[in-house]
């Protein structure tokens, strides 16, 4: 039986060209592609690690993926990958905040310069964009400017994040943290620019802290070792080699954190009812599983050896300083917390998971993935 959209119609299968498809989020989206719908997909990326198992012959949706080992930034296959695609998902990026600062040039080009192609691409062939932007657009909340014990700060006016309403609000250029932020806000001015002056058929997501199974890399096992992942990973990391999970300034910044399967739901709902998604920009989070980092600790310690096993850490926690952890010219976002206002009257979508529920599946992903070979690295005399 055909699936229907929201409005009770037919959905057509579609080629997707999904750029930065083999990613934490690609890869999930791939997955459920693959197998919820009919719809052919070209993946373009450097890597393919993550979704290698749709590639393989024997998997039977891998006749409707294609992988193109392409680095959009110097590559002229992009051009007609989107021109034969009905709709484009850009979702390559540098995203871990680690970067933002040892790595701004690469940051800003990668977020803002890399990306400019594939909108003109797009306005062009008048191709549909599902551009992937961020929550950290928003920058800081206008309460964390008012003094700490201020009444304001409990109006959700001031700390509440919409769409359609809040200002972008970076710190100062020295604090290169905010690269990332306003080449994605650069962006998103030049999709809706195009949309308004040529018609460009765009959605533009903001993910709100997606996490789960496959997101970035544990140092040293299938990563590099110095590297510094998002949070989710440097904890798990942390866990499986038994050592104090570090709160950068205290573990006193607050997220909401949805779990990557409820996100593809919206996801989904996005690519197959273009009429409620197009010339929108969708904030997609969980408000209801709001923590802060030194809460998002206690709460992995405390789900980790249940999953694992393995021993609780003794002293779990350990406070390091921003500078000592990430370097000269970061900065926070105090808290994040998404207004679900056009999202839910959009396509009716609302998360379902909770965050323990999410930190236990995700949890004993991680230690069956990578418990053993850590071990192996741990055994290993050091050099
Ligand atoms: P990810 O790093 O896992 O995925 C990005 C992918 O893009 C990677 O596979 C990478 O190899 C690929 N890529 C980067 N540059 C490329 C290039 N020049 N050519 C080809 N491929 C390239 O990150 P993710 O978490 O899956 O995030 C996807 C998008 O969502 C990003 O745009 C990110 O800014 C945005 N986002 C994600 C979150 C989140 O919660 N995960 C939050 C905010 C924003
Ligand atoms: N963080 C932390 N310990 C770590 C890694 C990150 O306390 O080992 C903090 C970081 O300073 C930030 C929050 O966790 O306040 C979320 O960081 P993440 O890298 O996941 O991305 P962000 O939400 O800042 O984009």
Redesign the pocket.
């Known amino acids: 039986m055909a699936r229907l959209d929201l409005d009770g119609n037919p959905i057509e299968p579609l080629t997707i060209c999904m750029?930065?498809g083999?990613?934490?989020?690609?890869s999930h989206l791939c997955d459920k592609l693959a197998e919820e719908s009919l719809h052919k997909v070209i993946v373009?990326?450097?890597?393919e690690e993550?979704i290698k198992h749709l590639l393989e012959a024997s998997c039977p949706s891998s006749s409707r993926f294609e992988f193109h080992k392409?680095?959009?930034?110097h590559d002229s296959r992009l051009e007609s990958l989107i021109k034969t695609a009905d709709l484009t998902i850009?979702?390559?990026?540098?995203?871990?905040p680690a970067d933002y600062n040892k790595r701004p040039l690469d940051t800003i080009y990668?977020?803002f310069i890399?990306a400019i192609p594939v909108v003109k691409f797009c306005s062009e062939y008048k191709k549909r964009l599902i551009h992937?932007?961020?929550?950290?657009i928003y920058g800081k909340t206008v309460g964390s400017f008012l003094p700490k014990d201020h009444p304001l700060r409990q109006d959700p006016k001031f700390y509440v994040l919409k769409e359609d309403e809040s200002p972008c609000v970076f710190g100062p250029i020295e604090k290169q943290r905010w690269s990332y932020a306003c080449a994605?806000q650069m962006i998103e001015r030049l999709i809706y620019a195009e949309s308004h002056e040529h018609g460009l058929k765009f959605t533009i997501?903001?993910?709100?802290?997606?996490?789960g199974p496959r997101?970035?890399f544990i140092p040293g096992i299938d990563g590099p070792s110095e590297g510094v992942p998002?949070v989710l990973a440097c904890f798990s990391n942390n866990l499986l080699r038994g050592e104090q999970l570090k709160l950068v300034d205290g573990g006193q910044s607050q997220r909401t954190f949805l779990y990557v399967k409820d996100a593809i739901e919206a996801l989904l709902l996005m690519i197959e009812n273009p009429s409620r998604a197009n010339g929108h920009i969708f904030n997609v989070g969980n408000p209801d599983n709001e923590v802060t980092m030194k809460e998002l600790a206690e709460m992995m310690v405390k789900v980790y050896p249940k999953v694992s096993g393995e021993p609780a850490l003794e002293v779990p926690t350990i406070d390091v300083s921003s500078k000592d952890f990430y370097g000269e010219g970061y900065d926070d976002s105090d808290k994040r917390i998404p207004d679900m206002t056009i999202i839910n009257k959009q396509l009716g979508w609302n998360p379902k998971t909770s965050l323990m529920d999410l930190l236990e599946s995700t949890l004993a992903y991680q230690h069956q993935t990578y418990s053993k070979a850590m071990k192996e690295a741990l055994s290993k005399p050091a050099c």
């Open positions: 750029i930065g083999g990613g934490f989020i690609g373009i990326d450097v890597s993550k392409i680095n959009i930034k850009n979702l390559a990026a540098i995203c871990t990668s977020n890399d992937f932007s961020t929550c950290e994605k997501v903001r993910p709100f802290n997606w996490i997101m970035d998002r």
